[in-house]
């Protein structure tokens, strides 16, 4: 039974689906059909009962955030609510709502528009959101997904997502903050190695496929190489002194107002990351490294530079260890450097998350790694948060998208209908299910 039929047997078909239907239908471009290829998505945030208003109110609040200054002053919460309502309406005027709109008018027969949307997850959420999660995934034939745990414990989440069709992943966020030496009663920094390696052997002992490496928010992703008298005296001049201030997202992230204890405390997270490096290596975790700017005022493009991480993947304990990075959300707008480190390390790995819900952009990142790497080192995902219709969007895109880009391979690079359908499994699943050990 074809989805139409299958929809308007439950009455979800009304003029306005007709009309979404034709015009999609008189749109469709002529790339590879990629419908019978499985999917799975490898970069998941836990899904949330709340309509699509609610999730994207809630990100609002992180972005004026990041354009307030941290200190109060005269004005700001009117300032906060100016940029609130300014925000709002630069979130639904996104590329990304318009083919998101469209995405749910042809599978649920509504109209366009958010309001369209949320009447729809209005009504699904009166029901088990858990049967309704899975309803997605089988829709768009998305097998399993890699699944970011929100707890600070290194186990298995709990999650809506059906048991038996995710793996995680663990943030090691909280460890690396210079507050957390002193929270966990450790003295030297061989006490506070004693605990991270307890962690992670937990972490690893509880089936987990990779820790999230999340500092891209507040200091560089490349780290510098440091002695360990070195990270010791760092430790030493900024554990007993409590912070400034701290910062709000993705936090708390304690602040220091003195330069130096600033950078003492990048010193000790250098030395503390290659440990963690190193020892995710030897337990079989993927180290998992944001690295992409876009949409959040937060971001920075210094930090998020992938310009300089050869020297860590060139780094001798790191090579012994052979550890295995997965830089993700493509390093736009360095998707061409990941695309060189992906074909000059066969340890280093992509996904293209996030931009799978832009699906233009999608589309060039995917062109400049396919074009210069091999495609066994390239994964769907959607960085979907909170609302899970956006795990099928993506999933949508990524089959359109890929399928047309192929087809070119196709046409004009050398490439058959089997090396086509090679990259398209490659992409859309089996690399995940290689690279995260994701039983078939």
Not at 229 to 239: G, I, T, V
Request: glycine share 6%; proline share 7%; charged share 25%.
């Amino acid at each position: 039974m074809s989805r139409r039929t299958f929809l308007k047997s439950f009455g979800l078909l009304g003029p306005a689906s007709v009309l979404s239907s034709r015009e999609s239908a008189a749109q469709t471009p002529g790339g590879l059909d990629l419908s019978d290829i499985e999917v799975i998505d490898v970069h998941v945030h836990p899904p949330q009962p709340m309509t699509l208003r609610q999730s994207y109110d809630g990100w609002n609040s992180s972005f004026v955030d990041a354009l307030l200054p941290a200190y109060d002053y005269p004005q700001k919460e009117e300032l906060r609510e100016k940029l609130g309502g300014i925000f709002k309406g630069h979130l639904y005027r996104m590329p990304r709502q318009i083919g998101y709109y469209n995405y749910m008018a042809r599978v649920y027969g509504v109209e366009p528009t958010l309001e369209g949307f949320d009447s729809v997850l209005e009504k699904k959420l009166k029901g088990d959101f858990g049967e309704y999660v899975a309803s997605i995934l089988d829709r768009e034939k998305i097998s399993s997904v890699v699944l970011q745990s929100r707890s600070s414990e290194p186990r298995r989440p709990e999650s809506a997502i059906p048991r038996d069709r995710f793996v995680w992943t663990y943030s090691i966020g909280d460890l690396i903050q210079p507050t957390w030496p002193r929270e966990q009663e450790a003295q030297e920094l061989g006490d506070v190695l004693e605990r991270v390696d307890f962690i992670l052997n937990r972490a690893a002992e509880n089936e987990c496929r990779g820790i999230k490496i999340p500092i891209a928010y507040y200091r560089p992703i490349v780290i510098e190489a440091v002695e360990r008298k070195d990270a010791e005296r760092a430790l030493r001049s900024f554990r007993d002194v409590p912070p400034s201030g701290q910062r709000a997202f993705p936090g708390p992230i304690p602040l220091y107002d003195d330069p130096e204890l600033t950078k003492a405390v990048h010193v000790y997270q250098d030395y503390l990351l290659k440990h963690m490096y190193v020892r995710a290596g030897e337990l079989g975790l993927k180290v998992v490294i944001h690295t992409a700017v876009g949409l959040h005022p937060g971001l920075r493009f210094d930090y998020n530079s992938p310009v300089d991480m050869y020297h860590t993947f060139q780094n001798d304990d790191v090579k012994r260890a052979y550890t295995e990075f997965v830089l993700i959300h493509t390093g736009y707008p360095y998707h061409h450097h990941v695309a060189a480190l992906l074909s000059q390390f066969p340890n280093v790995y992509t996904d293209v998350s996030f931009y799978a819900k832009f699906p233009g952009t999608l589309e060039e990142t995917m062109k400049a790694f396919l074009s210069l790497a091999p495609s066994e080192k390239v994964m769907h995902g959607s960085d979907s948060n909170n609302v899970p219709e956006e795990i099928g969007y993506c999933a949508d895109n990524g089959r359109r998208v890929l399928g047309k880009l192929l087809s070119e391979f196709r046409s004009y690079y050398g490439w058959t209908e089997k090396d086509c359908r090679t990259a398209a499994r490659n992409v859309l699943s089996d690399n995940a299910r290689r690279i995260y050990r994701i039983p078939a």
